[in-house]
């Protein structure tokens, strides 16, 4: 089956975005929390290590959903294969 151009943009539009949201979960989940204790500073008067653990993190995770899904919807619309309202 023969893959058109219009089809492979799409896709490497996709893979980037992924790639891209992906390395910042990573970040977020792994790289800060290995470093929590050397983050000594205030944050909206916490610790910035615990803050992370106890919301900072479940606010980067739902800013990545939302900007995910909104990427998409225009990037379907832009290729012509958003779903019907």
Do not use: C
Request: no cysteine; proline share 1%.
């Amino acid at each position: 089956m023969q893959v058109s151009a219009k089809h492979q943009a799409y896709w490497s539009k996709n893979l980037r975005l992924t790639a891209i949201l992906l390395a910042i979960w990573f970040v977020v989940t792994y790289v800060v929390s290995y470093f929590a204790r050397d983050l000594n500073f205030n944050f909206f008067g916490w610790p910035f290590s615990f803050y992370m653990g106890a919301q900072g993190s479940l606010v980067v995770y739902v800013v990545i959903i939302w900007f995910y899904a909104r990427y998409m919807n225009n990037l379907d619309q832009e290729y012509g294969v958003a779903e019907e309202e």
